[in-house]
C-alpha cells in the first residue's frame, strides 16, 4: 500500500527564512505528487505538481519541489517565507498503477511565519 | 465562479441517526471524490466516483454510502455503523480522474456528534 510521510508536523519560522518541509512516499512504481496548501479559513488549493521531466518543479507564490527517486523524497522549498506563508501544507502521491487518480495524502504540516 | 458547495458547513448528529452531507460542483467535472480528515491523520479516501451512476470504496468506506444520480452532485451519507464519525470531511473534483488531473476541493462540512 501506498503511505507519505511528512515528518514536520509544526514549524514555526520568522519572515525572511528559508522554508524546507519534508515528504516521503512509498510505492514501487511510477508516481505522480502533489504539494497543496491550505490557508486559514480557505479551501484546499493545489500549490504545485510533478508528473514527469524535470524533477525540479516549481510552483504559485515562490515555491518550489523536488523529486529525488532515489530517495523518495519530494521535499518543497521556499527560499525566503512572508507572514502570508501561515497555513498547513500537505504532500499527496498518486501512484500510476490504475489510470484513476487516487491521493494518498501526508498528515500535513501546519506552518507559522511570525513577522 | 466556478467550484464545488459543501453543505451545511457544520453540521451535528444524535448518535443512531443518519446524515447525508452534500456536494455540488459546476465544474463540469466527471470524477469527484469524499475524504475525511482527522486531526493528525491527514486526507482519507472515503468513496469516488469516476463519472455518472458508478463510484467505487475507497480506504475507509466502512459506515458511509454513496450515490452518483447527477454529475454535478455527489452526496455522501454518514451511517449509524460509524462508529467514529466526527470529523471533518472534504469533497473534490477533478475533469475525468485522470492521473495528471489536480482535484479542487471544497471548503467541508465539520460533523459532530451530540
Known amino acids: 500500500a501506498q503511505s507519505v510521510s511528512q515528518h514536520n508536523h509544526h514549524v514555526i519560522l520568522s519572515e525572511a527564512a528559508s522554508l524546507e518541509l519534508g515528504c516521503n512516499y512509498s510505492?514501487?512504481?511510477?508516481?505522480?505528487l502533489f504539494w497543496y496548501v491550505q490557508y486559514p479559513g480557505q479551501h484546499l488549493q493545489l500549490l504545485l505538481k510533478?508528473?514527469?521531466?524535470?524533477?525540479l518543479v516549481k510552483g504559485i507564490k515562490g515555491f518550489e519541489a523536488e523529486f529525488i527517486k532515489s530517495k523518495f523524497s519530494f521535499n518543497l522549498r521556499k527560499p525566503s517565507v512572508q507572514w502570508s506563508d501561515t497555513a498547513e501544507y500537505f504532500c499527496?502521491?498518486?501512484?500510476?498503477?490504475?489510470?484513476?487518480?487516487?491521493?494518498?495524502f501526508g498528515t500535513g504540516t501546519r506552518l507559522l511565519v511570525s513577522p | 465562479d466556478g467550484g464545488i458547495t459543501q453543505s451545511p458547513k457544520y453540521l451535528f448528529r444524535k448518535e443512531g441517526q443518519n446524515v447525508t452531507l452534500s456536494c455540488e460542483q459546476n465544474?463540469?467535472?466527471?470524477?469527484m471524490y469524499w475524504y475525511r480528515q482527522d486531526p493528525g491523520q491527514g486526507l482519507r479516501l472515503i468513496y469516488y466516483?469516476?463519472?455518472?451512476?458508478?463510484?467505487q470504496k475507497g480506504d475507509i468506506a466502512e459506515g458511509y454510502s454513496v450515490s452518483r444520480e447527477k454529475k454535478e452532485s455527489f452526496p455522501l451519507t454518514v451511517t449509524s455503523a460509524q462508529k467514529n464519525p466526527t470529523a471533518f470531511y472534504l469533497c473534490?473534483?477533478?475533469?475525468?480522474?485522470?492521473?495528471?488531473?489536480?482535484?479542487?476541493f471544497g471548503d467541508g462540512t465539520r460533523l459532530s456528534i451530540l
Open positions: 499527496a502521491v498518486n501512484g500510476l498503477n490504475t489510470g484513476f487518480q487516487k491521493l494518498v
Open positions: 510533478y508528473f514527469s521531466g524535470d524533477p
Open positions: 465544474l463540469n467535472h466527471d470524477a
Open positions: 466516483s469516476q463519472i455518472v451512476n458508478d463510484f
Open positions: 510505492y514501487g512504481g511510477t508516481v505522480n
Open positions: 473534490a473534483s477533478s475533469i475525468d480522474g485522470t492521473d495528471n488531473q489536480p482535484q479542487h
